[in-house]
C-alpha cells in the first residue's frame, strides 16, 4: 500500500536488544492533504528506511505494510514502512509558475480595438 502526506513529525529512534540481537526502529507522523487531513503515525524497522534524508514538511509518498496482532484478548494495528520516497506527482506545485511569461506579440489582436461583446446571443 501506499499513501501520500506531508512529513510533520519524525520520532526519536528506538533501540533495544532481543534474543535475535540488537534492533532498531523509528516512528514518523504524516498528515493526509485530502479535504479532511487524517495525522497517520508510520513505523519503520532497521536500516531498511532512513529518515534522515527527508526534512519535517517534505510531501513524500509512503509504502507501507499493515499488521494487526492480538495481546491479551485486544488487537493492535502496526503500520510498517519500507520505503519512503520525495513525492515527484507536482501535486503540491503551482502550474501557473510554470508557465512561460506572455508578450504583447504573443496577443493575437490589439485589445484596445476590442469591439467589446458583439455575440449575437
Not at 32 to 53: R, Y
Request: with cysteine.
Amino acid at each position: 500500500m501506499e499513501i501520500i502526506g506531508k512529513l510533520i513529525k519524525k520520532l526519536p529512534p528506538v533501540t533495544g536488544e532481543g534474543k535475535n540481537g540488537p534492533w532498531k526502529k523509528q516512528s514518523f507522523v504524516i498528515e493526509t492533504q485530502a479535504d479532511f487531513p487524517k495525522k497517520v503515525c508510520f513505523t519503520t524497522w532497521g536500516d531498511k528506511v532512513e529518515l534522515n534524508s527527508f526534512t519535517e514538511s517534505d510531501i513524500i509518498k509512503v509504502h507501507f505494510d499493515v499488521e494487526s496482532r492480538e495481546y491479551n484478548n485486544n488487537w493492535y494495528n502496526d503500520l510498517k514502512c519500507w520505503k519512503i520516497e520525495l513525492n515527484s506527482s507536482g501535486g503540491s506545485s503551482n502550474i501557473i509558475n510554470e508557465l512561460p511569461p506572455v508578450s504583447e506579440k504573443d496577443i493575437p489582436f490589439d485589445l484596445e480595438d476590442d469591439p467589446g461583446d458583439d455575440l449575437p446571443f
